[in-house]
């Protein structure tokens, strides 16, 4: 059974800088296409970094140069670090694996 938790969201001042995680459990996450998906109120879920088992990233044009999306093979772990956050990174962030699990979410908000 695959589970996915996520941990780290929170409330951060625009600028300020976050570090998500996501706990695997029943898959091995350096063999598997990993992602961070994000869903801002009253508007699709979107694709925000993805890592593949070969470890090519990719990153939606809004946060390129400042998430950084990484596997820890130890914690068997994904994570995001997020730099420079501002108010339009306000949403649900939300951990996938290939394509086909989800975590339940955890909330992020940048605000003064």
């Known amino acids: 059974q695959v589970r996915l938790v996520e941990s780290g969201g929170g409330l951060v001042q625009p600028g300020g800088s976050l570090r998500l995680s996501c706990a695997a459990s029943?898959?091995?996450?350096?063999?598997?296409?990993m992602g961070w998906y994000r869903q801002a109120p009253g508007k699709q879920r979107e694709l925000v970094a993805t890592?593949?088992?070969?470890?090519?990233?990719n990153y939606a044009d809004s946060v390129k140069g400042r998430f950084t999306i990484s596997r820890d093979y130890f914690k068997n772990t994904v994570a995001l670090q997020m730099n420079s956050l501002k108010s339009e990174d306000t949403a649900v962030y939300y951990c996938?694996?290939?394509?086909?699990?989800w975590g339940q979410g955890t909330q992020v908000t940048v605000s003064s």
């Open positions: 890592i593949t088992w070969n470890g090519i990233t």
């Open positions: 029943g898959l091995t996450v350096r063999v598997n296409d």
């Open positions: 996938n694996a290939k394509s086909a699990y």
